[in-house]
């Protein structure tokens, strides 16, 4: 379901004007530092921001061996390495990315054993209700890090123990509205958790009709009159994370029909810079790689969303 998103993507955004791409690809590049990994805010590579870059170049068609190579010896050389857990996850999918793209790149990935990282990290994260928190530290089983983690897992062909109970726990989390809650002591519900929510139950095939259908009118009913989504009904205003993933949802099981979805698309290019890159809300003053892959992945979904993936 995964590649089936990313493919998803990178046929819409192949139809985006290619100056527009171009702007785009050249501000993820000018991220690249010396040791080949891709900066985030704070200045020096980033695991994360560096998984984002990958994903942002490889949907606009820049995937270059002069690039990644480096990319990939930076990322062999972190995983060897002590990371925290949000790092370890970016690094294993990066290089799976890479090595499936193949080439010269391709095989620094596969020299990495990425499995014997994950898995334990994995044993660590889980938690008694079977979800999976996104820190070692003792912290509640998180809806958001358990989609991460079962994600990542099922790239690299790793089995999540007791996924019944992983099904059980995170439907357990859906609320009258039909929004999911990031957490189990939590009862409001969040886009970006319905969303990782949906993600997760279609992945371990347990995503009932019922269920979509409620998260579906969730979505409708928070969304913003800008066309965007907010965080949860609360959020005083839309942003390009929160639209990234409801447009996800839209994009597993067809949206309803009385949303307009190509409404969305004045909102999204609202954060477009004319040099390229996407900045996080109206209140951002500042593109990264994170938000500019957001971007580009809501162009790409809106470009034909009418048809749900397979």
Known sequence: MLWELSLRLALGVARLDPSRRERHAQAVLARQC???????????????????????LAVLGRWDDSVVMPTAEYLAARLRS????VDILAAVQSLEMI???GGPAGRIAASVDRRSVLEPMISRLRRPDGGFAKTEQSGPSSTYGTFLVTATAQLVGSTIPASHETV??????????????ELPVVRRSGVNPTAAACSLLQLLDAFPQHIAAAAQRYLQTVRMPDGGWPAHASAPCSDLLSTFAALTVAAQIAPAKDIELQQSVPFVESLELAEGGFRGA???AEADCEYTFYGLGCLGLLVDLNTPMR
Do not use: H, K, N, V
């Open 34 to 56: 010396g040791d080949g990994g891709f900066a985030g805010r704070r200045g020096g590579s980033d695991c994360y921001y560096t998984g984002f870059a990958l994903r942002a």
């Open 82 to 85: 002590s990371l925290p857990p």
């Open 99 to 101: 090595e499936r793209l």
């Open 168 to 181: 059980a726990e995170i439907a357990s989390r859906q609320q009258p509205d039909g929004g999911f809650a």
């Open 282 to 284: 109206a209140w951002d």
